[in-house]
């Protein structure tokens, strides 16, 4: 040993009628320089918690217990180098000299179980002396979290009472502190968008009101779940409803039909649909534009790359057809057909989901006559497509039979005015009711 340090050892002091009590927690290691009252190791007996403080400052040298050891009072617990000054004496053996005092739970009152506050001080309620040190409970009362943790819980501004303990017997350690603290960090980012802060509401248990089933969401559900409560709630929506006579166009469709059989390509509404929208389109350029992070400049495209809203198994993806004005409907369909099959049996790349700079979403196949798309971020526009219905028109002073397919445009209100979006709609209606217009 050094000239001028001593080594002393610091024992478990008196703490009441307990035989043993076990160690819970180491709270330094060794070369840490700890001050005098600093705390060195929680123990915990059946009804309590307890964090013996070092009597004196220095650095430890050597821990004498691991976590899970039983100790009791005399039980050495580590050893402190202390430095001294030339006046100082001889030390005296700390467990003789000084009676240190284990921290008392008394910064936050444990809780009866029925959620009654304990108002009695501790020591009363467990009949221990206050000079006894030691935060007994009486049956029916938790304790939650060791002095220390309270301590870093407070310095923290962690609230004890939101924290679910995972020590024994629901005891709050550290980790569960640090871990909270992350888990609202990250809460606090995800609820904060904009300007927009909200509140998500109470945990609640469901189970409480009748029988439930848990099931953990895919990874499709999660990503899309904040990709689309961003733009839910980054975007000032509306959406406009209009309708267009596709008759001719099914007819149409239907005499192709023949022909993609003998291709094996199945022909859909959905690549007439994704040809009318791109003239639409490059009628109305701020339909096909993204707006810049700063809000100050409106970037139109030039290239005409269709996300298509595909509904698999795990969830929506949106796998983008590119340069859709350079493709005749064959080809579309035939790519169309192949993507949603990839999508569907999980096939898809990253690069097959990048790029889009419209989206439409066609629930056509399912059912529905409206409904409001969300905004695929950071596009500024999408068209949401529903099922096609045989309706009785006035044409030309009579009634007909005709086939009407309802659609929904979303568009942003900050990038596109209504009378625009009004606009738009009429457009496409109009392609969609006569797709030879298409080449004009
Ligand atoms: N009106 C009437 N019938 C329609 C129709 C419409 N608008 N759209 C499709 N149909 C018909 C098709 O023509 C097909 O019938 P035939 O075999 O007789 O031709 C049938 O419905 C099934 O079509 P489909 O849905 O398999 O094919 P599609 O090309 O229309 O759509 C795809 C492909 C990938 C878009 C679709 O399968 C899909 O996944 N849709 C769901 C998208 C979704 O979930 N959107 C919601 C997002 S909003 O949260």
């Not at 975007?235 to 094996?264: C, G, M, Y």
């Not at 529905?368 to 529903?386: D, K, R, Y």
Request: charged share 25%; with cysteine.
């Amino acid at each position: 040993m050094p000239d001028g340090v001593a080594e002393q050892e610091i024992v478990v002091p008196d703490i009441g009628d307990i035989n043993e009590v076990d160690v819970i927690d180491i709270l330094v290691h060794p070369g840490d320089s700890v001050e005098a009252e600093e705390s060195l190791i929680t123990l915990e007996s059946d009804k309590a918690t307890m964090d013996i403080p070092s009597p004196i400052p220095g650095t430890v040298k050597r821990i004498n217990v691991s976590v899970g050891d039983h100790v009791k009072e005399g039980s050495p617990i580590l050893t402190l180098e202390q430095r001294l000054s030339a006046e100082d004496q001889a030390p005296e053996p700390v467990a003789e000299s000084t009676e240190p005092e284990p921290n008392l739970v008394t910064e936050e009152q444990p809780k009866v179980e029925s959620g009654t506050p304990v108002t009695e001080p501790l020591s009363k309620q467990s009949g221990i002396s206050p000079g006894r040190a030691i935060a007994f409970d009486k049956p029916g009362i938790k304790p939650h979290a060791s002095p220390s943790v309270r301590r870093f819980a407070r310095q923290l501004g962690a609230d004890l009472s939101k924290i679910k303990g995972s020590g024994r017997k629901g005891r709050i350690l550290q980790q569960d502190v640090q871990d909270f603290v992350k888990y609202s960090l990250k809460k606090a980012d995800s609820s904060f968008i904009g300007n927009l802060a909200f509140d998500e509401g109470p945990e609640i248990d469901y189970s409480k009101f009748g029988e439930i089933d848990t099931y953990e969401l895919s990874k499709i559900k999660k990503l899309s779940a904040a990709h689309l409560h961003r733009s839910w709630v980054s975007i000032p929506h509306v959406t406009q409803h209009d309708e267009a006579d596709i008759t001719d166009l099914e007819s149409f469709r239907q005499s192709l039909k023949q022909e993609s059989k003998t291709q094996n390509n199945r022909v859909t509404m959905l690549p007439f649909l994704m040809k009318a929208t791109v003239a639409a389109l490059k009628t109305f350029p701020t339909f096909n534009a993204s707006l810049a992070s700063s809000g100050e400049h409106l970037i139109l495209k030039k290239y005409f790359h269709i996300g298509i809203a595909v509904d698999t198994e795990d969830g929506l993806i949106v796998p983008v057809i590119r340069n859709v004005d350079k493709k005749g409907i064959m080809e579309l369909a035939e790519e169309l057909n192949g993507v949603s099959e990839r999508a569907r049996n999980k096939k898809i790349s990253p690069n097959d989901l990048q790029g889009g700079s419209f989206t439409i979403s066609s629930l056509g196949g399912i059912s529905g006559t409206a409904f409001t798309p969300i905004i695929n971020a950071p596009e500024v526009a999408i068209l949401g497509v529903s099922r096609a219905k045989k309706t009785p028109v006035y044409c030309q002073g009579d009634l007909a039979a005709r086939l009407i397919l309802p659609f929904s445009l979303s568009y942003d209100h900050r990038v596109i005015d209504g009378a625009e979006a009004a606009r738009f709609c009429a457009y496409l209606k109009a392609l969609l009711s006569d797709l030879r217009r298409v080449l004009l």
